[in-house]
């Protein structure tokens, strides 16, 4: 299993050997240092924790100085689930383990858009824009009434949208700069630019 932490930059294209493009996000993915080792035996399941970006060591809490140890400070953990571990602590993870042509998958918190209504949340028509109508244009109409004394569990409404983690599978890496530690994945990926991004292969 390969993996590795990124963080998205932006969009571009790339032209293929037959003069196709693909849309592509760029991501910059550093080499990450492997942080802890999870077992069976330990910890329930075997997993990988790797570390990735720079933090300055006086904005970490001692708890996190004495997992580090004398690895570094860093901004983001996470780890793999794996089922047969070949790392051991203090490892490089680059991306040297993908080529042009693996099929991938990327997970990241996309971006928050507040509190919405259900035109945009949801997908709703809303309401006709003539016909004796006043203020429902994005209204969401009914929700259902009769005998019931309750809003029913799972009505779409109106709340909070964005801020999810976002799984997208079936994404291809399209071009690897190993100078720029850069990668290029077909189509989009969640997030803002900046968004902390785990790629499995």
Do not use: C, W
């Not at 924790?49 to 720079?54: F, P, R, T």
């Not at 309750?150 to 949208?161: I, L, Q, S």
């Amino acid at each position: 299993m390969k993996f590795i932490l990124g963080r998205k930059l932006n969009m571009t294209q790339i032209f293929d050997k037959e003069g196709v493009v693909h849309p592509a996000t760029i991501v910059e993915a550093a080499p990450v240092v492997v942080s802890q080792i999870k077992t069976v035996d330990n910890d329930g399941y075997s997993a990988v924790q790797v570390a990735s970006g720079v933090k300055k060591a006086e904005r970490i809490n001692k708890p996190m100085k004495g997992h580090l140890k004398d690895l570094g400070a860093f901004a983001a953990l996470r780890e793999f689930r794996v089922d047969e571990i070949t790392n051991k602590v203090g490892d490089k993870i680059d991306l040297s383990q993908f080529q042009p042509g693996d099929a991938i998958e990327v997970s990241a918190i996309s971006k928050g858009k507040g509190f919405q209504g259900v035109v945009k949340r949801h997908g709703f028509g809303g309401g006709p824009r003539t016909h004796g109508q006043k203020h429902s244009e994005r209204e969401p109409g009914s929700i259902g009434g009769g005998l019931r004394n309750k809003v029913p569990k799972a009505m779409r409404m109106a709340g909070r949208m964005g801020g999810d983690r976002i799984t997208v599978k079936n994404l291809k890496v399209l071009h690897i700069d190993q100078a720029t530690n850069t990668v290029y994945i077909s189509g989009a990926i969640p997030g803002r630019k900046g968004t902390l991004v785990e790629i499995i292969g």
